[in-house]
């Protein structure tokens, strides 16, 4: 059904940003457009998180993300991308079940939607789930501290924050790379503990709320770009306002077909004046 696209980034390439100890960024993405537009400003990898629940699909947690939401939205992000790594969020209770399970649902991604890795949450329990999925083939990013599908277990909190939990992250993230993992996302973590994971791990670490020396960034573009205001997280840097221009271009809109000057004769077609004669003759 797909052509292998050899112009993507590969995970090769994402190990090759850790040892030359070069940054790279990733970004959330949900859809065609979107998609499109990161991936022509050269973004090597893009997440398709199910924070789509959240930001697009206006569930109060990731929790009610269900497998075809996002294999609908893998599609369209596969489809809007050339070059970047299109990595899909495995949703709650997908892969947490058992490794067979797992395993049938992560294969969906990669074989009917186009993506070419899964993210899956959770440290040292999932790390014989990372195994099943890797010794198979399909390539697995990892995802520990705040690990949103666990919000009503956990709390919306930074995690590892005492000497007991800082220890367990450091082991959760060591399960998940002996596994197999190529890459591990740290999201809410204090900046010291996600150092000291990146510096012990030999794979790329992905923060989010985990500081500067990760060796890479993710953020939600929806929170990046300023489109969903409803809850913005303090680690989310706001680069655009889209949701202001949005909010004044279909301002307009509505006060310009209210006052009638929308539309305009330019913004739709008429006929040719022998046309219509011969038209009006003939009522
Ligand atoms: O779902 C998501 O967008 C994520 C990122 C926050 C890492 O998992």
Redo the contacts with the bound molecule.
Sequence with gaps: MFQVNDMRTSIQQIQRYKNNNELFPVL?AYDYPTAKIIDESGVPMI?V????GNVVLGYES?VFVTMADMLHHTKAVVRGSEKALVLA?MPFMSYQTNSSDALINASKFLQEAGAQAV?LEGGETMAETVDTLVSRGIPVVG?IGFT?QSTYQIGQRVQGKTVEGALQLVKDAQAIEDAGAFAI?L?LIPSEVAEIITNKLTIPT?G?GAGPNCDSQ?Q?VSDMLGLFTDFVPKHAKPYAEISNAMKNGIGNYVEEVKSGTFPSQDHGSNLSETVLNELKSRL
């Design positions: 959330t997440l998180g199910d924070s789509l990731t969020d993210k995802h949103p996302v999201e992905i989010i993710v939600v």
